[in-house]
């Protein structure tokens, strides 16, 4: 048995006994995301679990795009507030990943003979479920992130990975503007080989973004991350750290440029921007494509009810909700209610969620079993009609969930 790294006084030789490798490879997903900043949004939910689209949940497109691309071993590494998230998943069932080989695995920092450690980074989070991975004997280990959204065959990112002989293949996407700020982006050779990494916030990025869909072959992975686990100055990412180490050190680091959909909710307003981008006449990321379909736990509710007098234009709306009033360009989750003479604009609205009579919802997001009282006023009107591109308003409400707002009450703060 051959020893992977002598690089501390554990052993590690375990890490090489992977030796009958499936040609497909095992996936992890990382349910939060540290350097997001989604506010009232995620403060009793992981990311992964934050409603998205109206019925949909964030991590439902990280998994479907496995399920689709015929991947089907998958752990789901959560750390913080997961109670949600695990209610949502429901042992995989709406996925088809509730089986007794393969299917989806929760994984969660647990106590061992030698502690326990909460996760320091993603680096450190794939290191600690480094058993979850020996166990299931995978030639390569992708690891996808649950606050991306993007529409992929993993099949092309796989394919790439074997024929370029890679160590590891980094989905990338060209994008501009702001976004590139906050991204990290790479400049590659013509091959494709990635030969420089550039964080974010840096003076001059490179063309193409770092999409946080990484494919590790096994064996290098488990190097990598032994090294980083020892090295005290590493913020044990990643994107941030490990990467970076593997490029300079002269691994095969190519990149596989992705030209479908792609987002990157890292705030309150890229979420906000990428629900509305939904409403338009055609829209980027297609809900409706049958042959790729996102997959979701679906609740048990009644048809949505649209009352005589009421209107409904440019909008989404799931099961269970009642409308009297009217809805323009917003997006409402199972179960909402629009009272007679409510007005809801430019907004997203979760699940549960009461605007009774006379009350207006303008550029807002209202979270789950939020109750605007009579006449109320959330959010301040801001005129445009979104569409792709459009321009996020310079106000923009968010309503925690759970909150009532009184009766003929105003509110306009930011989140």
């Not at 992977?4 to 992977?18: D, H, K, R």
């Not at 991947?71 to 695990?86: A, D, K, W």
């Not at 991975?133 to 280990?141: T, Y």
């Not at 307003?269 to 990428?274: F, I, L, S, V």
């Amino acid at each position: 048995m051959e020893k992977i790294s002598q690089i501390s006084t554990l052993t590690t030789e375990v890490w090489g006994t992977a030796v009958a490798h499936s040609d497909q490879p095992l996936a992890l997903v990382l349910s939060d995301d540290r350097s997001a900043d989604l506010g009232k949004l995620t403060f009793r939910r992981c990311t992964a679990a934050l409603p998205f689209a109206g019925k949909y949940r964030l991590i439902d497109f990280a998994l479907s795009n496995c399920v689709n691309s015929g991947i089907e071993t998958i752990g789901v590494i959560t750390q913080y507030q997961p109670q949600s998230l695990q209610t949502h998943l429901a042992y995989g069932r709406p996925w088809g990943l509730d089986r007794r080989e393969g299917g989806l695995t929760l994984l969660h920092p647990c106590q061992t003979r030698t502690g326990m450690d909460w996760y320091a980074g993603t680096a450190d989070a794939v290191y600690q479920n480094r058993e979850f991975i020996l166990d299931r004997r995978a030639g390569g280990v992708l690891i996808l992130a649950a606050n991306e959204i993007h529409s992929m065959d993993l099949n092309v990112l796989a394919a790439q990975h074997r024929k370029m002989k890679a160590d590891l293949t980094v989905a990338v996407t060209a994008i501009k503007g702001a976004v590139s700020s906050r991204q990290s982006t790479v400049f590659v050779d013509h091959e494709g080989r990635i030969c420089k990494l550039v964080p974010p916030g840096h003076a001059t990025p490179g063309p193409l973004a770092v999409m946080s869909a990484l494919l590790f072959s096994a064996d290098v992975l488990y190097r990598c991350l032994n090294e980083d686990a020892h090295l005290s100055e590493s913020a044990h990412d990643l994107i941030r750290d490990v990467i970076p180490r593997m490029v300079r050190s002269g691994d095969r680091v190519m990149a596989s440029q992705h030209t479908g959909y792609w987002n990157g909710l890292r705030t309150v307003r890229d979420y906000w921007q990428a629900s509305m981008n939904l409403l338009g006449e055609d829209p980027a990321l297609n809900l409706q494509d049958a042959a790729w379909p996102i997959r979701t736990q679906s609740e048990v509710r009644p048809p949505t009810c649209i009352a005589t007098g009421a209107m409904v234009s440019h909008s989404l709306l799931c099961e269970g909700c009642i409308i009297d009033g009217t809805v323009e360009y917003s997006l409402l989750s199972p179960g909402v209610h629009v009272a007679p003479g409510a007005v809801v604009r430019h907004a997203v609205v979760m699940h549960d969620a009461t605007i009774e009579e006379g009350a207006v919802v303008d550029n807002a997001i209202l979270d789950t079993e939020v109750t605007v009282g009579w006449h109320a006023r959330v959010g301040m009107a801001h005129r445009h009609a979104p569409t792709l591109g459009v321009s996020i308003p310079d106000q923009l409400t968010v309503i925690q969930a759970g909150t009532c707002v009184p009766a003929q009450e105003t509110v306009v703060t930011h989140w």
